[in-house]
């Protein structure tokens, strides 16, 4: 199970940190994702960071968002900074270890003045 946090209405220039809580999984194992969708639009990775720490984001939010894991208390952290209006959306995260894919429910991530 996967229980995201941390979304919320900021203003642009702003900063969140979403977390995301895994349960019954051996989360150290697992590459963890942040996916975002907004609305009618393609859901689409925000980031990602692999079991052994390796970090991959798209383009849209490099060098303004940061991926990070903690495996002691597993769970995965998206520092977003310097938000956008265009950054609003739902963001969802995602474990996956081999064919095993798990979604989280979605946080509500709102950039406006």
């Known amino acids: 199970q996967l229980q995201a946090s941390g979304g919320g209405l900021v203003q642009p220039g702003g900063s969140l940190r979403l977390s995301c809580a895994a349960s019954?999984?051996?989360?150290?194992?697992?590459?963890m994702g942040w996916y975002r969708q907004a609305p009618g639009k393609e859901r689409e990775l925000v980031a990602r960071?692999?079991?052994?720490?390796?970090?991959n984001y798209a383009d849209a939010v490099k060098g303004r968002f940061t991926i990070s894991r903690d495996n002691a208390k597993n769970t995965v952290y998206l520092q977003m900074n310097s938000l956008k209006t265009e950054d609003t959306a739902i963001y969802s995260c995602?474990?996956?270890?081999?064919?095993?894919?798990?979604w989280g429910q979605g946080t509500q991530v709102t950039v406006s003045s």
């Open positions: 019954g999984l051996t989360f150290s194992a697992y590459d």
């Open positions: 960071i692999t079991s052994g720490g390796r970090e």
């Open positions: 995602h474990a996956n270890f081999a064919s095993f894919n798990n």
